[in-house]
């Protein structure tokens, strides 16, 4: 039985800083065969919310879908009592990590090691001729997937990086690497197949529950590094496709909604791999127009060309006006896909921020 305290005004303990939560917990150990359940109340700002709120009934979790949800049995912060209902409803689609032979399949992976790696780059104002830009998180954002010069990390020369990332995907290939899902030697054998060559899905690792966005990922262009303040997916399974519509659904407020309930400072692969993902059958209207949502938001220039006619979307820039509904609607169309209905969607949007307050309005703009 697990009772959250947010300690605001230090109604709780008031040397301590108000900005901690609190857990009050009481546990026994289950005997075999049980199937054991988390009973969770709160949190609670006051000790009036704490008194009306412990006349309800918890909310209860069984023991599976904690270890679904992450694989250290780590608890959500819920900002309201109500938001379990909505984290619940969540739950109940696949881990983002799932392993299952009929779907796709991404993993996260890195490129480079911002320090480690720090002697194979070339930090300067002017790009070096003939190099690529080597990015970090900063360089990508939402539905903006370059940033600009300005926002790169440092530079590399692909003659030198390309042969060195290649010699670690040969060498990496053990059962925990994502590389040794992959089983055509002959790709594998290719450097020219190499990540770092087609567009690819990005997250930003450095990340807080309090940002204006927390889960942050974009589709970076070809021709570009990245170090490990921006990792990318790896696709063991799936095509262009596939990456639409997940990068359509990392990119929706829905799934940063569940990410601000996990994510303290940064968004770790144990805390990524469990996220929840839908996963409808690709003849689904909605996917497919989360996939043309998404594809047409993230191919906006040339070096999309091809990827954007995998897809099967149109590549090029669009106006504010455009860009924004297409947003919404997306938005719209992944809170179908959670199963979520129209008092979790209000829900979510009154509590995902407490800042601008256009987000309070959103939901109306959704119908």
């Known amino acids: ?30 005997n075999p065969g049980d199937s054991p359940d988390i ?17 309800k009934p918890p909310v209860v979790l069984p023991l599976s879908v904690i270890r679904l949800a992450s694989d250290d049995l780590s608890l959500p912060l819920l900002p309201t009592p109500e938001s379990s209902e909505v984290w619940v409803q969540m739950r109940k689609s696949p881990r983002l990590d ?5 779907s796709w399949r991404a993993r996260p992976h890195t490129d480079l090691h911002a320090t480690n790696d720090k002697s194979r780059m070339k930090f300067s104002a002017d790009q070096p001729d003939g190099f690529w830009p080597v990015m ?3 360089s990508f954002d939402i539905w903006e997937n370059d ?4 926002s790169y990390y440092a530079w590399a020369d692909p003659g030198k990086m390309v042969p060195y990332l290649h010699k670690k995907r040969l060498s990496t290939r053990g059962k925990d690497s994502p590389y040794g899902e992959f089983v055509d030697r002959k790709w594998l054998s290719d450097e020219k197949t190499l990540p770092c060559f087609y567009p690819r899905i990005a997250f930003r690792d450095v990340s807080r529950s309090t940002d204006s966005r927390t889960m942050r990922a974009a589709l970076v262009p070809p021709r570009m590094f990245l170090t490990n303040k921006g990792p990318y997916l790896l696709w063991p399974r799936g095509d262009e496709k596939d990456q639409a519509f997940l990068l359509g659904v990392l990119c929706s407020i829905p799934l940063d909604w569940y990410a601000r309930r996990n994510v303290e400072t940064n968004m ?20 497919k127009r989360t996939v043309e949502l998404s594809g047409r938001l993230a191919a906006t ?3 999309f060309k091809a990827w954007a006619a995998a897809v099967g979307v149109e590549c090029s820039s669009m106006g504010d006006t455009e860009k924004e509904e297409m947003i919404v609607e997306l938005d719209a169309i992944v809170s179908l896909l959670y199963g979520l209905n129209e008092g979790q969607v209000r829900l979510i949007f009154e509590t995902f921020h407490d800042g601008p307050g256009w987000i309070a309005s959103y939901p109306a703009r959704l119908e």
């Open 268 to 287: 770790n692969y144990f805390i990524f791999n469990p996220f929840p993902v839908p996963r409808p059958e690709r003849s689904h209207l909605l996917w």
């Open 147 to 150: 940033n600009g010069p300005q």
């Open 98 to 102: 799932l392993n299952n032979l009929t």
């Open 136 to 138: 970090k998180g900063e």
């Open 301 to 303: 220039d040339k070096r």
């Open 1 to 30: 039985d697990v009772t959250l305290l947010q300690n605001t005004g230090g109604w709780v303990f008031p040397n301590v800083h108000q900005q901690y939560t609190i857990a009050l917990l009481t546990y026994l150990s289950a």
């Open 39 to 55: 009973r969770l109340h709160g949190p609670f700002a006051s000790i009036d919310r704490y008194e009306e709120g412990m006349k």
